[in-house]
T-cell receptor
Framework: NAGVTQTPKFQVLKTGQSMTLQCAQD?????MYWYRQDPGMGLRLIYY???????DKGEVPNGYNVSRLNKREFSLRLESAAPSQTSVYFC???????????????FGPGTRLLVL | GQSLEQPSEVTAVEGAIVQINCTYQ??????LSWYQQHDGGAPTFLSY????GLEETGRFSSFLSRSDSYGYLLLQELQMKDSASYFC????????????FGQGTELSVKP
């Protein structure tokens, strides 16, 4: 049972390049989330998915797109990377839907992204 | 809007007890969660309070007062491995149940 996995672990991009961050979970969870964490800051929600085929915007969605490919996988795409998107990106999953008290979210190890 | 406040840093010695406070402002509040994050690692869930009172899980306890919009995380018998960042997070019906995280408290445990 790997839990939540993310690839890549590290990535350096030039401004304007695109890339996709991958996330997968093997816990049969319905809800999945993408967060970003900047130095000295808490986590800010980018997008979330309550179930396969549905996605919704979070607090900071601008500059990102997501795809819930199937129940296991939830990817985050940067179409044209900007230095302001330099951050650590965490994927999380939960057995409960977003409208229920999220007692527990399980986080992946993170992707460290640097945009030059 | 939504806001959470917690101290940015706390220092304590091994074996001591430390309390990390969290005050929040949110409409449609339904619960307060606590997460631990070691440097460079993933956040991990510690505890959750939906009702007023104290929840105890081993050396860690969490308290909530809904009337005061206030909660705290209490860590007892501190160990060096407890050095980490601790985040409070509120769940709000007005936010579709999604978590809003505080900026985190960095706890340093000294020998």
């Amino acid at each position: 049972n790997a839990g939540v996995t993310q690839t890549p672990k590290f990535q350096v991009l030039k401004t304007g390049q695109s890339m996709t961050l991958q996330c997968a979970q093997d816990m049969n969870h319905n809800s999945m989330y993408w967060y970003r964490q900047d130095p000295g800051m808490g986590l800010r929600l980018i997008y979330y998915s309550a179930s396969e085929g549905t996605t919704d915007k979070g607090e900071v969605p601008n500059g990102y797109n997501v795809s819930r490919l199937n129940k296991r996988e939830f990817s985050l795409r940067l179409e044209s990377a900007a230095p302001s998107q330099t951050s650590v990106y965490f994927c999380a999953s939960s057995p409960l839907p977003p409208s229920s008290p999220p007692e527990t979210q399980y986080f992946g190890p993170g992707t460290r992204l640097l945009v030059l | 809007g939504q806001s959470l406040e917690q101290p940015s840093e706390v220092t304590a010695v091994e074996g001591a007890i430390v309390q990390i406070n969290c005050t929040y402002q949110t409409s449609g509040f339904y619960g307060l969660s606590w997460y631990q994050q070691h440097d460079g690692g993933a956040p991990t869930f510690l505890s959750y309070n939906a009702l007023d009172g104290l929840e105890e899980t081993g050396r860690f306890s969490s308290f909530l007062s809904r009337s005061d919009s206030y909660g705290y995380l209490l860590l007892q018998e501190l160990q060096m491995k407890d050095s980490a960042s601790y985040f409070c997070a509120v769940g709000s019906y007005n936010q579709g149940g999604k978590l809003i995280f505080g900026q985190g408290t960095e706890l340093s445990v000294k020998p």
